[in-house]
């Protein structure tokens, strides 16, 4: 089992930068791929980024590719999402998620745990 709580939300000015932190309580997070998902109002919940468990390997969004960062920190059961020239598309509620895939995935489905999201203003 892994619980995870989001937190580094909040209201920020288009151009600037944000760092998304996902707390994980649980021996699993060490052992699991994690992700970031978005979700804007009135639109469905869409991949932003993947990273494997030992962190070696990322996958990003089209979208978000060359500005988000994605890490972790297995020692801290730490998740991070780097968040750079933000734009008004970014605006969401980002959330993180956990999956016992072996391999890196962009689908909702294959995640099994997941926190209660953080919201992420731009504004432009």
């Known amino acids: 089992q892994m619980q995870l709580v989001e937190s580094g939300g909040g209201l920020v000015q288009a151009g600037g930068s944000l760092r998304l932190t996902c707390a994980a309580s649980?021996?699993?997070?060490?052992?699991?791929?994690m992700g970031w998902f978005r979700q804007a109002p009135g639109k469905e919940r869409e991949f932003v980024s993947a990273i494997s468990w030992t962190g070696a390997m990322t996958l990003y969004a089209d979208s978000v590719k060359g500005r988000f960062t994605i890490s972790r920190d297995n020692a801290k059961n730490t998740l991070y999402l780097q968040m750079n020239s933000l734009n008004a598309e970014d605006s969401a509620v980002y959330y993180c998620?956990?999956?016992?895939?072996?391999?890196?995935?962009?689908?909702?489905?294959?995640?099994?745990?997941w926190g209660q999201g953080t919201q992420v203003t731009v504004s432009s």
């Open positions: 998620a956990g999956t016992s895939a072996i391999v890196l995935v962009r689908e909702e489905f294959r995640y099994n745990y």
């Open positions: 649980g021996r699993t997070f060490r052992s699991a791929a």
